[in-house]
T-cell receptor, first 112, second 111 residues
Framework: EAQVTQNPRYLITVTGKKLTVTCSQN?????MSWYRQDPGLGLRQIYY???????DKGDVPEGYKVSRKEKRNFPLILESPSPNQTSLYFC???????????FGSGTRLTVV | GQQVMQIPQYQHVQEGEDFTTYCNSS?????IQWYKQRPGGHPVFLIQ?????EVKKQKRLTFQFGEAKKNSSLHITATQTTDVGTYFC???????????FGTGTLLAVQP
């Protein structure tokens, strides 16, 4: 089944403790992206990647890092999480940039 | 910067009533996409519109792209409880050609 797999689904952590949210897709998509979803703000892009080793900032990149060492994987790294990063995070991929995204199931992160 | 606004934020209807959500961009768009997110779920791609004045239908759903390519609408005829969820538009355009998501319209359908 074609899908984007994110882990974990839920995570509660403390301020400053580094964490990684993994994302993997099995559709051979070149384009991958991370979004955060907050009430009243819709989906905002954090980072995106056009291909292996090619990443760029989205609209809200502060406090996040990404890497794209393999085509299928696009992990999101929070080096020092803060409470304002409490949010619902989605990884998404597409065959063509910005068209017809397939989204993962989401990761609900709480930073206390 | 480019903004995409959606109205209404929330709509509550009786099952069988029609529903419409509107999407407006501050800049001309090259295309507009629509996604549906069920409660507790993730966004699912529904459709993309590219041409000025384009109208597309998917069963009870009708999607329109404005003549000026700055607005769009999604109309659902005779809503069902399975239509419950948040509908997002996402517009691509402006100087950066980024895809910007609207804030979404939450649809509640009462049986």
């Amino acid at each position: 089944e074609a899908q984007v797999t994110q882990n974990p689904r839920y995570l509660i952590t403390v301020t400053g403790k580094k964490l990684t949210v993994t994302c993997s897709q099995n559709m051979n998509h070149e384009y991958m992206s991370w979004y955060r979803q907050d009430p009243g703000l819709g989906l905002r892009q954090i980072y995106y990647s056009m291909n292996v080793e090619v990443t760029d900032k989205g609209d809200v990149p502060e406090g996040y890092k990404v890497s794209r060492k393999e085509k299928r994987n696009f992990p999101l790294i929070l080096e020092s999480p803060s409470p304002n990063q409490t949010s619902l995070y989605f990884c998404a991929s597409s065959f063509v940039p910005n068209y017809g995204y397939t989204f993962g199931s989401g990761t609900r992160l709480t930073v206390v | 910067g480019q903004q995409v606004m959606q109205i209404p934020q929330y709509q509550h209807v009786q099952e069988g009533e029609d529903f419409t959500t509107y999407c407006n961009s501050s800049t001309t768009l090259s295309n507009i996409q629509w996604y549906k997110q069920r409660p507790g779920g993730h966004p699912v791609f529904l459709i993309q519109l590219v041409k000025s004045g384009e109208v597309k239908k998917q069963k009870r759903l009708t999607f329109q792209f404005g003549e000026a390519k700055k607005n769009s609408s999604l109309h659902i005829t005779a809503t069902q409880t399975t239509d419950v969820g948040t509908y997002f538009c996402a517009g691509q355009g402006g100087a950066t050609n980024k895809l910007i998501f609207g804030t979404g319209t939450l649809l509640a359908v009462q049986p």
